[in-house]
């Protein structure tokens, strides 16, 4: 291995954290899993680079990151579009890049999208805790550059290993465009009895404006109140992607940070892959749900997966 070099964040703008795949067997400890919100900008950001799937990047939101890399290296920036400079000159996302020494990249404030992914050829060197992971948790204090659940500040340094890669750029009918109209789709759950056919028909007919009081932990939804026949149901483990209905009938999606046990009765789970398109909407965003069948979304996960593993 090559000596290390560092990056310095000069600012960290609205919220930059620490990401990777996320923790594994840490649920039954009562601990999120965390990791990064969209999996597939994610995924395209440490495949540009030849990275390894679960390499360490910087999860931006809304831009205003500012960061000095102490020694040449190639980077790539996937997910919302955050006007990137480098020098003060205009780079291009979903591509590789090569910084040199000495090189100040700033990323403007996101114009498409929600979400920025920053990575550098092998990943950041960065100690993984619990569940073999540094993905940063701020309601628990864990993970991150630190180990202590905080976000990037000026004057912290992640350090990388210098080296450059070939150029590779991501197709444009792979990138998303993060402003289309959404449609979700839901494998219904064991706990879809709770609701009545009548509610799921205002469900699956209706549209839903995520609220600005969303965030990585659940997205809430305002729309058409959804009626359950259950109440008082025993705690049990929340999935990646569960629809939780509480009393006033507004769903909850349940993200990456989400709790690991609730009481609420679920409708049902989001296709992962529809979930990180969802992780780019801004507040205000319309949505809508379609019912999709268990072997359909796990023949699509399985397409994904292989693809990027």
């Known amino acids: 291995m090559n000596q290390l070099a560092a990056i310095e964040v000069l600012h960290g703008g609205m919220l930059a954290l620490l990401q990777d795949a996320g923790r594994r067997s840490v649920m039954e400890s009562g601990l999120a899993t965390g990791g990064a919100a969209d999996g597939h900008a994610y995924a395209w950001v440490n495949r540009l680079l030849a990275n390894s799937a679960d390499a360490s990047v910087i ?23 955050c006007q990137p400079r480098l020098n003060g000159d205009v780079i291009p996302m979903w591509q590789t890049v090569v910084v040199p020494a000495g090189g100040e990249l700033h ?19 960065v100690e993984r805790s619990l569940g073999g992971s540094c993905s940063t948790v701020l309601r628990e204090g864990m993970g991150g550059l630190d180990n202590t659940g ?9 350090h990388y290993e210098p080296m450059v890669r070939p ?5 444009s009918r792979f990138i998303p465009d993060y402003q289309q109209p959404l449609t979700l789709r839901v494998v219904l759950g ?5 609701f009545s056919n009548a509610s799921l028909n205002t469900f699956f007919s209706s549209s839903y404006i995520l609220s600005p009081k969303s965030d990585r932990m659940g997205i809430r939804l305002e729309g058409a109140s959804i009626a359950s026949l259950r109440t008082g149901l025993i705690s049990e483990g929340i999935a990646l992607g569960a629809i939780q209905v509480p009393a006033d009938g507004q769903p909850i999606i349940l993200m990456q940070d989400r709790q690991t046990i609730g009481g609420y009765p679920k409708l049902g789970s989001v296709l992962p892959l529809d979930l990180y398109a969802l992780a780019q909407r801004q507040p205000g965003a319309e949505l809508k749900f379609s019912p999709i069948s268990l072997f359909e979304a796990q023949q699509t996960m399985v397409t994904f997966l292989k693809f990027f593993r």
């Open 59 to 81: 999860e931006v939101t809304l831009g205003g990151l500012q960061v000095r890399f102490a020694a040449a290296t190639t980077i790539a920036l996937t997910g919302a579009d």
């Open 107 to 125: 990323l403007g404030h996101v114009r498409k999208g929600l979400r920025s992914y920053l990575a550098v050829a092998g990943g950041f060197h």
């Open 150 to 158: 905080r976000r990037l500040e000026a004057g912290d340094c992640l």
């Open 167 to 171: 150029h590779q750029a991501v197709s």
């Open 190 to 194: 064991a706990q879809v009895d709770s």
